[in-house]
């Protein structure tokens, strides 16, 4: 029996992030299929590579008193995943807006794309008000950003 390799660290494919996500028995229903709200876990660590990987950290964040929350997530389920799939959680950050980022990602299992999303993050304190992201993270982003002709 052959054992599928499994996944490696995120990296990037021109402006998409892309993060290797393996199926296991826990992500699961009774049917062996993923739970649907599992897919919102593996949205974030998406996002959340993302941003490590482009030197944002979330803990550097919290001591600046900053977060991000998602205030709109749009997702369209097309297939199913299983256990023991390998998944790619594709991300890319398209565009800033005064305190909103804008997200699309999509999860595919080869050239098959399982889920699509659309959300919106807005950067927040930790007490929950609205702020501009600093203008070292907009630096850090800006390279990844879609360009107006996108």
Not at 9 to 26: K, M, T
Not at 34 to 63: C, P, Q, W
Not at 126 to 138: Q, V
Request: with cysteine.
């Amino acid at each position: 029996m052959t054992t599928p390799p499994e996944p490696t660290a995120g990296a990037f494919s021109g402006r998409e992030h892309q993060l290797p996500v393996r199926i296991y028995y826990e992500d699961t229903d009774f049917s062996g299929i993923v739970y649907h709200a599992n897919y919102l876990r593996y949205l974030e660590r998406g996002r959340s590579d993302f941003f490590r990987m482009v030197g944002i950290s979330h803990t550097a964040l919290a001591k600046a008193d900053t977060a991000f929350a998602i205030i709109h997530m749009t997702l369209d389920f097309k297939r199913s995943a299983r256990i023991d799939d390998a998944l790619v959680v594709r991300t890319t950050y398209d565009r800033v807006k005064g305190a909103r980022l804008y997200v699309t990602q999509r999860v595919t299992r080869g050239d098959e794309v399982l889920i699509e999303a659309k959300g919106e993050a807005v950067c927040i304190t930790l007490d929950g008000r609205p702020r501009r992201p600093t203008a070292e993270m907009l630096a850090q982003l800006a390279p990844w950003l879609a360009s107006e002709s996108e």
